[in-house]
């Protein structure tokens, strides 16, 4: 597993905003893709939105348009902006980086798919959205 750290997480009432970091450690991300995914307890990993070495972006449908993914690359560090949030976006956050993917939706998709068959998903980064 390529070593990521998420931090950003915390409670925020519905309506407020987050900004998730995911630090990459001993590797560029300039040479990957990563990923952001979420996880409820009981609830299978589904993937949030993820973002291609090459610039291309993918979100999902309940993201689109909330949600906000970007690099900082001289920080070796991908974000995830998160708006309008809802209780149902209560998750712990999880950052994935991965090799190199000619279809950002489909390595997404794939790697939420997956869910605990994938291995470790680190710690993650817990977020509650609740009044």
């Known amino acids: 597993q390529l070593p990521v750290e998420e931090s950003g997480g915390g409670l925020v009432q519905p309506g407020g905003s987050l900004r998730l970091s995911c630090l990459a450690s001993?590797?560029?991300?300039?040479?990957?893709?990563i990923g952001w995914f979420r996880q409820s307890p009981g609830e299978k990993h589904e993937a949030v939105s993820c973002?291609?070495?090459?610039?291309?972006?993918y979100y999902a449908p309940f993201a689109k348009g909330r949600f906000t993914i970007s690099r900082a690359n001289v920080e070796n560090t991908v974000f995830l902006q998160m708006n309008n949030l809802s209780p149902e976006d209560t998750a712990t956050y999880y950052c994935?980086?991965?090799?190199?993917?000619?279809?950002?939706?489909?390595?997404?998709?794939?790697?939420?798919?997956?869910?605990?068959?994938?291995?470790?998903w680190g710690q993650g980064t817990q977020v509650t959205v609740s009044a």
């Open positions: 994935i980086a991965d090799r190199r993917h000619p279809n950002i939706e489909a390595m997404c998709t794939m790697t939420a798919g997956l869910g605990p068959r994938r291995g470790s």
């Open positions: 973002s291609s070495s090459d610039g291309s972006v």
């Open positions: 001993g590797f560029s991300i300039n040479s990957y893709e």
